[in-house]
């Protein structure tokens, strides 16, 4: 059964600073991989979706590369903002299903 | 406005009620789904439909039910059996194998 973990839980760094965060999954099987982002008591909106033929998709601040041989995904922040402060969640497409992992909470200090 | 739209955004329910969460879309999206968040924890797959009336159980089915008599729409009741209820409720939708889009959430609380 797949499954998929993120680390760190938890970040905090202070504005300017650029980040990398982990994503990894047990089953190189997948369609594709997506990012998301969730504020406080919303629901989730989409960053980055990565094929499983391609190695990394960019925008914005934002860079996602994937190395599906040895299942990790990194999210990479570019200069980070207090705005990008929420938590990033990873998500594989296994068969016909998303598997989520818990997610990092990131905060940015202005 | 495209979008998905979920109703209400707060729920409240008592003991052996059940209670039906409402999810809309708009974008022509074949693929809907729900998912439940608990705290501290990544969404677990509840169910998933990929045509209108069909539809098939997730991680953890038990106690909930879906209809899928629209493409539109994707109604989830949360029965009397799900003996813990209480967490944020997640729908989403997607052409098959693309990106997917989340609704506002909906947040229900046993009383």
């Known amino acids: 059964k797949q499954e998929v973990t993120q680390i760190p839980a938890a970040l905090s760094v202070p504005e300017g600073e650029n980040l990398v965060l982990n994503c990894s999954f047990t089953d190189s099987a997948i369609y594709n991989l997506q990012w998301f982002r969730q504020d406080p008591g919303k629901g989730l909106t989409s960053l980055l979706l990565i094929q499983s033929s391609q190695r990394e998709q960019t925008s914005g601040r934002l860079n996602a590369s994937l190395d599906k041989s040895s299942g990790r995904s990194t999210l990479y922040i570019a200069a980070s903002q207090p705005g990008d402060s929420a938590t990033y969640l990873c998500?594989?497409?296994?068969?016909?299903?998303?598997?989520f992992g818990p997610g990092t909470r990131l905060s940015v200090l202005p | 406005d495209g979008g998905i739209t979920q109703s209400p955004k707060y729920l409240f329910r008592k003991e052996g009620q059940n209670v039906t969460l409402s999810c809309e879309q708009n974008?022509?999206?074949?693929?809907m789904y729900w998912y439940r968040q608990d705290p501290g924890q990544g969404l677990r797959l509840i169910y998933y439909?990929?045509?209108?009336?069909?539809?098939q159980k997730g991680d953890i089915a038990e106690g909930y039910s879906v209809s899928r008599e629209k493409k539109e729409s994707f109604p989830l009741t949360v029965t009397s059996a799900q003996k813990n209820p209480t967490a944020f409720y997640l729908c989403a939708s997607s052409f098959l194998t693309d990106t997917q889009y989340f609704g506002p959430g909906t947040r229900l609380t046993v009383l």
């Open positions: 974008l022509n999206h074949d693929a």
């Open positions: 998500a594989v497409r296994d068969g016909q299903n998303f598997v």
């Open positions: 439909s990929q045509i209108v009336n069909d539809f």
